[in-house]
């Protein structure tokens, strides 16, 4: 059995461990990091819709390589049609190509010093004395102990690492959204602008989604919760009315509970879908991942320099993802909680509500007048305005 020792060890080689290793590697530390896959970025795993802030925490200059469109706005649709248009803010950002993407993400890191193995599986953590120092990898049909100061975690919703460190991450099957996504040619869509659909019969529970490309080239996937069909079943209803081609099909799970309550133990982190740093209302997480994989790499450097891996220490990190965007994901949490409620009824009169209002200069009376109609929005609208 072959023996490593690296300073950090990062499991996983998406979004979440590259934006890691690529920080913890420019602390100037000895870093691995281990995907299971041959090949960084593939498949996609999301929509692939990002804003202009996450690549200032990332400190990087968007590439044309991967940038597909720069979209202004969002139109969002009501389950009886009507259409809201909203720009600006969160709806504002870039549509990338997340196969190139995440490559050139792995391929930062590695010139910032990380060490990178491909097709290898970790199939247990090293535990001394309570303290994780390293992981048992499989690596082309060899077996290897590779020992660290800190590892940490960023598999994905599946995360097995949380689970091995003793972390609790367990995840109520009924707060992980289904999803299912076609990119497909062919769509007469707004290249400037990103489409979300809502109502019982497209999206229980949940939204589809449309995110332009270019050329006529659109992601449109949806994502569900607590319902007897498949989210490929309801995709496939709707993509089935339109004139396209589809030309990849992914489909996944994102847990939209919000995060874990501990994300860190004696020499171990946790980040991103593994830690449940994902906006539960939209399910987006590149922004919150990058963030939050940025803190994970800079403390788990900071933490190998004081030669100090316990969790007193590694808890650190949880303070400071907490400080910088704990807030919006646990006000995100209680917004889902609110929509869970909504029925197609409700989201209608909502949706007109806020077509027929100037909300920066709305009134108390109207506002009663209308939870007066529709009291089941009186808290939502509460909350709202």
């Known amino acids: 059995m072959k023996k490593l020792k690296y300073d950090v060890i990062v499991v996983g080689g998406r979004i979440g461990g590259s934006t890691a290793s690529l920080f913890a590697s420019k602390s100037d530390v000895d870093v691995l990091m281990i995907e299971k896959r041959q090949e960084i970025g ?14 200032e925490t990332l400190e990087m200059e968007p590439s044309e390589r991967y940038v597909r469109t720069r979209v202004k706005g969002a139109h969002i649709h009501a389950p009886d049609g009507r259409k809201i248009s909203y720009e600006g803010g ?26 990178i193995m491909l097709k290898t599986s970790v199939k247990d953590l090293i535990i001394k004395d309570h303290n994780v120092c390293g992981v048992v990898a499989k690596h082309l049909g060899k077996t290897i102990e590779i020992h660290s100061n800190v ?35 062919g769509m007469d869509v707004d ?52 004139d396209v081609t589809p ?14 309550e501990k994300t860190y133990t004696d020499g171990f982190l946790v980040v991103g879908d593994a830690a449940g740093q994902v906006d539960p209302i939209t ?30 220490f590694l808890k650190n990190y949880q303070s400071k993802w907490r400080e910088n965007i704990g807030k919006s994901l646990d006000k995100s949490v209680k917004y889902r909680n609110m929509a869970d409620k909504l029925n197609d009824k409700d989201m209608n009169a909502l949706a007109e509500f806020i077509e027929t209002q100037d909300l ?6 109207s506002v009663l007048k209308f939870v007066g109609k529709h009291p089941n929005l009186m808290k939502i609208l509460t909350e709202i305005l």
């Open 191 to 242: 290249p400037e602008y990103l489409e979300f659909y809502f109502g019982s019969k497209i999206a229980p529970n949940g939204y589809l989604w449309i995110f332009p490309k270019g050329d006529g080239v659109a992601n449109v996937g949806l994502g569900i919760r607590g319902t007897v069909d498949n989210a490929i079943d309801y995709l496939n209803r709707y993509v089935s009315k339109l």
């Open 247 to 260: 030309v990849e099909l992914n489909i996944g799970g994102v847990p939209v509970s919000g995060p874990i």
């Open 42 to 55: 593939s498949p996609v795993q999301c929509a692939e819709g990002v804003t202009y802030g996450a690549f």
């Open 90 to 115: 969160i709806a504002q950002g870039l549509i990338i190509d997340r196969k190139i993407f995440d490559k050139e993400l792995a391929i930062e890191s590695a010139k910032a010093g990380t060490d």
């Open 151 to 185: 590892v940490i975690g960023a598999d994905g919703v599946e995360s097995n690492m949380a689970r091995y460190a003793g972390i609790e991450a367990y995840r109520d099957p009924k707060n992980i959204a289904s999803c299912a996504q076609y990119e497909l040619v």
């Open 283 to 312: 399910g987006g997480g590149i922004h919150t991942t990058i963030s939050c994989a940025r803190t994970a790499g800079e403390v788990a450097a900071e933490s190998v320099k004081r030669e100090d891996s316990s969790a007193q």
């Open 360 to 365: 920066e200069a709305i009134s108390k009376i």
